[in-house]
């Protein structure tokens, strides 16, 4: 597959909470290898965009394609499909009765049915690329928040996704741990992975961005390269946005 | 400035000399021998004007006795010993029977709910000396089983309703995230319950089961009104042999809660264990 191929592929969809309209008629496509990052203000459906992706959320109508599988309320086919695409949350959700390493391995081992030599070699090998190897026999709680989020993103890694999405991962981080877990982001996507990332570090999307996504009350309203996006945006609501997050 | 930052750390107010004379554990401890003392002296007192005859001497060859064979534990320890199997097994049934009717209302079914509501109702409003006498009486001829089963299953239908909600606000307890990150690695629902979250949830279902399982015990001793030989029935029986019912109540009393309290004691050791392997 060449950088083209679209991964995913969501077509018109809408998504309904009771009432409230909480994504309207969204279209998106992204390519194999492209990173994406998403912003917008609180509540404009960046989480739930994202959480349609590997079945967290179920959209109402429209389609989602993801590497050639349609995103399906099937159990087995969307276990599958999860298995291809990991998830950073903001608060990290690791396994707090788990060691770092069995956080990593028991995905692996339950999910995908690899041996456990195998599994504790390959996590071993994910907390070298997230630079924390020598925290694999602790306990979640005792490691910083910073080094928490390096986990989730190695727990994620283990299952040897196709495809990362990240929902806001350093937004509950205190602001000298978010530089860390960025430049873990930033190596992984000179890996060639395919991400989507919703945050407001905009530094990180200038560095790292193929194409910046604006959200608006369950809308995109912008989507454009950042050159364009930073500079030129064509929505007004986009422009106003990015001078009140940039401001500070 | 008196925030809650600037008082963290400082006693509250020192406790007055009265007080601290009270809560001293010596204080306690006489306290407690006195009132219990009281206790025993009043009882043993209105025995006595009831021309009531103790025969202490004669309870201990109900607990042990030394044969030709050696020692050998007596008839109460043998009540005792089909207390536990009993309790046991309707403890470890209730448990499967409170697990899947919490899964069924956990379950967002709406057929799966309405099967374990009306369980539940069905279970908490019957008084459980009826629920044994259906289960004794009725079912049991009918579906052709002994005494024994009918209390286990009744001890069991009996305390699953409480054991199913215990087990349902544990599981509840554990944070939505720890769901969505074991899904989001491509776990099943089985999968997430069994490697993530039943395992984070026994801490929040320890104390409570352990209640539950102590008042088990003690319902337990209501089977005696069907005549299983356990350790209330067996008291009965060595009551109507002897008419020692004052020595063999108590004796019998002391036995249940030395059960019980070993039962607790044990627990909350398990739990400090626990908690800090965590
Ligand atoms: N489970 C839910 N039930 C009802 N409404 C919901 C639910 N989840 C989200 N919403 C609503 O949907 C809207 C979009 O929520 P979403 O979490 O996707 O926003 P967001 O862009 O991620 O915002 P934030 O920056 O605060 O994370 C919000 O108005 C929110 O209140
Ligand atoms: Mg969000």
Known sequence: MNQQTPIIEVANIDKFYGNFHALKDVDLTVRQGEKVVICGPSGSGKSTLIRCFNGLEWHNSGRIVIDEIEVHQNAKRIRELRQEVGMVFQQFNLFPHLTVLENLTIGPMKVRKIAQAQAEETARGYLDRVHIPEQADKYPAQLSGGQQQRVAIARSLCMEPRIMLFDEPTSALDPEMINEVLDVMVELAETGMTMVVVTHEMGFARKVADTMVFMEEGRIVEVSPPNKFFTDPDSDRCRLFLNQILEH | ?278
């Not at chain 2, 006195?34 to 607990?63: D, E, F, K, T």
């Open chain 2, 1 to 278: 400035m008196q925030d809650a930052t600037a008082l963290k750390g400082q006693p509250l107010s020192s406790p007055s000399p009265v007080q601290r004379f009270f809560e001293s554990t010596f204080v306690s401890v006489l306290i407690y021998a006195i009132v219990i003392g009281l206790i025993c002296y009043g009882s043993y007192a209105g025995a006595q004007n009831m021309g009531y005859n103790w025969q202490w001497h004669r309870v201990p060859q109900y607990l042990y006795s030394f044969t030709d064979d050696g020692f050998q534990l007596g008839e109460i320890f043998y009540g005792l010993g089909t207390t536990i199997v009993l309790s046991l097994t309707s403890f470890l049934l209730a448990t499967l029977i409170g697990l899947i009717i919490a899964l069924l209302r956990l379950s967002g079914l709406v057929i799966g709910s309405a099967v374990a509501v009306g369980f539940l109702e069905f279970v908490r409003n019957i008084p459980l000396l009826v629920l044994l006498y259906l289960f004794y009486y009725v079912l049991g001829p009918i579906f052709k089983f002994d005494r024994y089963t009918a209390s286990v299953l009744t001890l069991a239908v009996f305390h699953s309703a409480l054991i199913s909600e215990i087990l349902r606000a544990g599981i509840n307890a554990v944070p939505k995230g720890q769901w969505e990150a074991s899904k989001s690695i491509g776990m099943s629902s089985g999968q997430s319950y069994r490697y993530i979250i039943l395992p984070q949830s026994v801490r929040f279902m320890l104390p409570p089961m352990t209640g539950e399982v102590v008042h088990l015990i003690k319902s337990s001793a209501i089977v005696s009104v069907i005549a299983v030989a356990e350790l209330t029935t067996i008291g009965r029986n060595i009551i109507s042999d002897t008419f020692m019912s004052f020595e063999i109540w108590f004796t019998v009393a002391l036995v249940y809660m030395a059960v019980t309290l070993i039962l607790s004691i044990g627990v909350s050791h398990l739990e400090k264990k626990y908690i800090v392997d965590q």
